[in-house]
């Protein structure tokens, strides 16, 4: 079961992941109280999201280009350097005293375009340093360390932005990025990147490749209208209500704790089960994620809202081990940084809109309804796609069934 962690490079690779990942998850509480204790309301919080949203997606692209192109080692270690600065001078400003929303939600944008150089060379890197017949359980381990951290990060985020302020809670993360780069820095590894016969040529050809494979491509849209209808209404509503009908921050790191155990179970799923059809089982999971839109709207309490978010992210995480092992498996390894960038920015392209337009949507036919809409679309949706042909004949494995993969 844990292979992969007998090769160097991957337990490099892993550490660093896990570490920034606590920071991964501890900034969007203290990003979304700063704004909120700035004098802004639920749509600031939205607009912060959106700024890192879209400029994530704008420069993913590129992104993956770079990530065929250049050592993808190197390309992350850019990319947490990059995202150090950016925490940081928000941190600084935050504990000066000085700190503006709109100064907030533009470094926010600068933090969404240092992290989309970061995702299309992790792909490429995973499959660069494990064996193929280990990819499962490399993936599996990665979401688990991903996962693991979601808990711990959003304890300590709501801990510290309780107890000292977002400031603080800033600059721990610009500490992680620090250290995730000084151990990617440590990977040993020859890259199989290589510069091709030009950039725009090499966008051509990995939109041919992400495109080529219907399944891809289906997939990647539904998940983009459900970031837009479904995921973004509770997030950016989620902490305005937690401030105005629950205990503020403390609350809201309870959920976002529940929904980061829940996520650590379906990393360990992930890492044991395969499925014969694996798209449609991690799909009608799926429909869980609608329960934690329905009690905030109706019955916004911590004890519900907690194991809510833990089924929404059980599914999420099974969803995305299965997800990253059948792209790295079916897609040829020198274009597989493009393929993920054009998959992450498809999936993500309506999200800036999803946050920016949550709060106002939600003045204008109510909060209730808003959240209503959400949960009912993803039900519908999810029952829809699993039905298609295309989806429904992906496999990890030709002749697998739902059983736990053998231990390596």
């Keep these: 079961m844990t292979a992969p962690f007998g090769l160097p490079a991957f337990r490099l690779l892993f550490a660093a992941r896990a570490t920034s990942y606590v920071g991964t998850y501890l900034a969007p509480i203290a990003v979304a109280f700063a704004i909120l204790d700035n004098g802004g309301g639920a749509t600031a919080v939205g607009l912060s999201f959106a700024a890192w949203t879209l400029a994530q997606v ?3 692209a590129f992104g993956g280009v770079v990530g065929d ?42 933090g969404g375009a240092a992290v989309a150089f970061y995702s299309p060379a992790s792909y490429g890197l995973v499959r660069e340093v494990v064996p193929e017949d280990q990819l499962q359980q490399a993936n599996g381990l990665l979401a688990i360390a991903r996962y693991a951290a979601f808990p711990l990060g959003a304890a300590i985020g709501g801990s510290i932005v309780a107890l000292i302020g977002s400031g603080t809670a800033l600059l721990v ?19 199989i990147a290589r510069a091709g016969a030009g950039f725009l040529r090499e966008l051509r050809e990995g939109w041919s490749a992400f495109v080529e494979q219907t399944w891809v491509w289906v997939l990647v849209l539904f998940v983009s209208l459900y970031f837009l209808i479904t995921y973004a209404p509770f997030f950016v509503l989620g902490p305005y209500v937690a401030k105005q009908s629950m205990h503020g921050a403390g609350s809201w790191a309870f959920v976002v704790t529940g929904e980061g155990l829940g996520s650590l179970l379906g990393g360990l ?13 991690t799909g009608a999971l799926f429909t869980l994620t609608a329960v934690q839109n329905l009690i905030l709207a109706f019955h916004p309490t911590t004890l519900l809202l907690t194991p809510a ?5 059980f599914a999420f995480a099974l969803g995305s081990v299965v997800w990253d092992t059948t792209l790295q498996r079916m897609v040829a390894p020198e274009k597989l940084a493009r393929v993920a960038s054009y998959g992450w920015m498809g999936a993500m392209v309506f999200l ?9 949507i939600s003045t204008v036919i109510g909060l209730k309804a808003d959240l209503a809409i959400a949960a009912a679309w993803v039900v519908a ?28």
């Design 58 to 60: 704008t420069m993913l």
């Design 69 to 110: 192109r250049l050592p993808r080692r190197v390309v992350m270690i850019g990319s947490d350097t990059a995202s150090t600065a950016v925490r940081t001078a928000m941190g600084v400003l935050l504990l000066s005293g000085h700190a503006q929303v709109w100064e907030l939600i533009a470094l926010q944008g600068c």
């Design 173 to 191: 993360d610009a500490g992680t990025y620090a250290a995730s780069a000084a151990l990617l820095s440590r990977i040993d590894v020859e890259s």
């Design 269 to 281: 799923a992930g890492l044991r089960v395969r499925f014969r059809r694996p798209l449609v089982a």
């Design 309 to 313: 978010a833990a089924g929404a992210g």
């Design 352 to 360: 800036p809109a999803g946050y920016a337009l949550a709060g106002p």
């Design 381 to 408: 949706s999810t029952l829809f796609v699993i039905r298609l042909r295309v989806v429904r004949e992906v496999g990890l494995e030709e002749g697998t069934d739902a059983v736990p993969a053998a231990a390596q």
